[in-house]
Nanobody, 121 residues
Framework: QVQLVESGGGLVQPGGSLRLSCAAS????????MGWYRQAPGKQRELVAA???????NYADSVKGRFTISRDSAKNTVYLQMNNLKPEDTALYYC???????????????WGQGTQVTVSS
């Protein structure tokens, strides 16, 4: 069983910063890609940023230049540094691990339960 646990969300004023963390646990042999998605009320879930095991990174246009994704593969952990936050960044942020390879079993795609980010004055 693979679990993803997120932390670091909260309430911040416009222009402020937050750092999200997500740690994957379980009998994990490897993870191809880890990333962050977000879902605002009444909207579809969207990709924020993702990073592969080879270091390839993809950002949503709306966060380029403000957010930075990084990964510690040895710890199966992914981070999202969010700077210059805007009210439109308010959403529930979900961690995702894709193509997880588990020891002695069948891996797959996994989601965390989400951490709330609210940007408001």
């Amino acid at each position: 069983q693979v679990q993803l646990v997120e932390s670091g969300g909260g309430l911040v004023q416009p222009g402020g910063s937050l750092r999200l963390s997500c740690a994957a646990s379980g009998s994990i042999f490897g993870i191809y890609a880890m990333g962050w998605y977000r879902q605002a009320p009444g909207k579809q879930r969207e990709l924020v940023a993702a990073i592969t095991s080879g270091g390839s990174i993809n950002y949503a246009d709306s966060v380029k230049g403000r957010f930075t994704i990084s990964r510690d593969s040895a710890k199966n952990t992914v981070y999202l540094q969010m700077n210059n936050l805007k009210p439109e960044d308010t959403a529930l942020y979900y961690c995702n691990a894709d193509r997880v390879v588990v020891v002695g079993g069948k891996g797959g795609n996994y989601w965390g339960q989400g951490t709330q980010v609210t940007v408001s004055s």
